[in-house]
């Protein structure tokens, strides 16, 4: 079922607590059959045609469904009937949260957001404009973090932690409608009392669960499991004694607040599409300054990856140079009276003024000196930003700079390596056909012995793996690219196409195509990851998806993790087996059921260290 407006989660919530509970246990087979039910616009919402008889009405504010009144049907048990709940389960969740640079930021109570190396609360008179393309007025107040969480959010992280449990206890095979409502209604609670990174991983676990039972393409058991990770670790520490100086990282940030910039003189870097999983796509450009730092232009909004495809050519919001991302990518900006965030986040508003100035191209000054910092600062500067929340981190602080030599590749991976001798794979940045990461790095592959620059996203997960987002060609007689003058000198993967033509050989000549893949002896196989991770990560996956009867009936492979020296990966999944097993008994011997908070928590520690582990073995992969 398409065409219904989002609805928001104390709508759902209160539609659900109003079934009868014989009803409750025919919501999910209720909603299998509303996704063929026709749906048409309407002047003030949208009208479901259940069968000849029976219609169930949407009414919206603003678009969204914002009362339970405003969900009506025509049945005879309404409003307590199946058919407006299954409607309702079936439409998008609105939460409220605009975006920001990528990072969902929530709109609750603010709290300071400048980063912990800052050390200071945001002045009131330092609020200005919200950012790029973000809905609303982004801006924090200084009230600064509290000493100690509240007893009121202590109670709102409690329940997070609650819903977390049943969740990991159900997997996704047992998470239907009515516990990813209680899960929606635990984070709009966290949203209230001022829980933001809660409440965003929250939201992130309901959308995960929702494409993982409906079968959607951007399911990753992968994103779901590191989600409900930070979601039961933060919720676990704030119902708790929270550490003072740790506090305002667990609450996390409601809006940034933005600074006044002085006079900023900036050039294009390079320019990516963005598709969230939160429903929310567009495009961030990335620009240096005469120091190098990085800052960072974003215009996101709800959409999918046609909105991604066609943002590169919206006109940047900053003042009124009149430019593109595109554009902006290869040339330069003059701004004035502007703003932006601690992290880099260039605001926009009526004050600021942006003029188009000449960019300058990779290997002159100022942008020459991001490839010329060595390898390993970069690894450890790339490694240390991505262990930060979203909202924390600073605009690019994830991104490589590199100078590769092409050694071959297959399908859309290309491995490369660097001057100290490194193999790195190259891999898409985002897999959407819609957008021609895809065909770009294929024919990248192709260019066996070309020299580049490349600009790419750490991929922490991976060894020695690069997300590719923009490639220029090095100046040389050898194997290369030609560029039309109107690139500047290189690449935006996810906008720009390359083409075959474009591929040079020694010689001068075209590269043609290979129709087979290289053979295996002319491709150097970069370091794989450590096997005995990889299977202690699939049995945290393993229990997001199957839920703790899974890991009860598992079978024990802690010998395994013991001869790869893992003694304490081993001892952890040992203790997880138990408690997975363990259940209590009342004063007749008969089975009982526990709360699952052991469980939980035995999970929770695996799941942490593996993720740490596989951290330092990613790090340690690119590192001599």
């Known amino acids: 079922m398409t065409g219904l407006p989002p609805v928001t989660a104390p709508v759902l919530a209160e539609a ?22 026709p749906v048409t ?12 008889a029976t219609t169930v009405t949407l009414v919206t504010v603003d678009g969204v469904v914002c009362r339970a009144a405003d969900a009506r049907c025509s049945c005879l048990l309404a409003p307590n009937c199946l058919h407006r709940m299954a409607v309702l389960a079936l439409a998008p969740v609105d939460d409220g949260v605009p975006m920001d640079g990528g990072v969902p930021v929530d709109d609750a ?6 980063s912990p190396a800052a050390g200071r609360p945001v002045a009131p008179a330092a609020v200005a404009d919200p950012p790029v393309g973000v809905a609303g007025d982004a801006v924090a107040d200084a009230a600064g973090s509290p000493p100690a969480p509240t007893g009121r959010q202590r109670a709102a992280a409690d329940g997070l932690w609650r819903v977390g449990v049943a969740v990991l206890a159900a997997g996704t095979v047992g998470c239907g409608v009515v516990l990813r409502t209680a899960l929606l209604r635990a984070v709009h609670e966290a949203r209230a009392n001022g829980l933001h990174r809660a409440a965003a991983s929250g939201t992130r676990v309901a959308a995960g669960l929702r494409a993982a039972r409906e079968g959607e393409p951007q399911h990753r058991l992968a994103d779901l499991t590191d989600d409900l990770r930070e979601l039961l670790a933060v ?17 996390g940030t409601a809006r940034r607040a933005y600074d006044p910039q002085a006079g900023l003189r900036l050039y294009g870097l390079c320019t990516a599409p963005v598709v969230a999983d939160s429903g929310y796509a567009g495009v961030v450009t990335y620009l240096a300054d005469r120091d190098c730092r990085l800052w960072m232009v974003a215009d996101l909004a709800p959409g999918d990856v046609g909105r991604a495809a066609g943002a590169g050519d919206a006109t940047v919001a900053v003042g009124e140079s009149g430019l593109s991302h595109r554009q902006l990518t290869r040339a330069g900006l003059v701004v004035s009276g502007g703003t932006a965030s601690e992290s880099g986040q260039l605001g926009a508003g009526r004050a600021v003024r942006a003029a188009r100035a000449a960019g300058v191209g990779w290997a002159d000054e100022p942008l020459a000196g991001l490839w010329a910092q060595p390898l390993p600062d970069q690894v450890r500067r790339a490694f240390g930003a991505v262990a930060l929340p979203l909202p924390e981190r600073p605009a690019g602080a994830d991104l490589l700079f590199l100078t590769v030599r092409v050694l071959g590749g297959h399908d859309h991976t290309v491995l490369v390596g660097t001057d100290d001798g490194a193999v790195l794979t190259l891999t898409v940045a985002d897999e959407h056909t819609a957008l021609p990461h895809r065909a770009n790095l294929r024919l990248l592959g192709q260019a066996v012995g070309a020299r580049l620059r490349l600009v790419g996203r750490l991929d922490p997960t991976r060894r020695a793996t690069v997300q590719a987002l923009a ?32 591929l040079r050989a020694g010689d001068g000549a075209v590269v043609v195509p290979p129709h087979d893949r290289l053979p295996d002896a002319a491709v150097p196989r970069p370091r794989l990851g450590d096997p005995a991770l990889g299977l202690l990560r699939r049995q945290v996956e393993r229990v997001v998806s199957g839920g703790r009867a899974i890991q009860a009936l598992a079978d024990p492979t802690e010998r395994r993790l013991r001869l790869a020296r893992l003694d304490l990966g081993a001892h952890l999944l040992a203790a997880m087996g138990s408690a997975a097993r363990s259940r209590p008994r009342d004063a007749f011997g008969r089975l009982t059921d526990d709360d699952g908070q052991a469980f939980a928590e035995s999970w929770l520690a695996v799941a942490a260290y593996e993720e740490a582990a596989s951290r330092a073995s990613a790090e340690a992969s690119w590192l001599p």
């Open 235 to 251: 919720s676990r520490r704030l119902r708790g004694d929270a550490p003072a100086g740790d506090l305002g990282a667990l609450l």
């Open 41 to 52: 616009g309407t002047a003030d919402g949208v009208t479901v045609r259940v069968d000849e």
């Open 471 to 502: 490639v220029g060609p090095v100046d040389g007689d050898g194997p290369g690219l030609t560029l039309p003058q109107s690139w500047a000198g290189h690449v935006d993967l996810g906008y720009d196409r390359l083409h075959a033509s474009q």
């Open 16 to 37: 659900l607590d109003a079934l009868p509970a014989r009803l409750r246990r025919k919501v999910d087979d209720a909603v299998v059959r509303a996704g063929g039910w």
């Open 109 to 114: 109570p603010p709290v300071d957001d400048a």
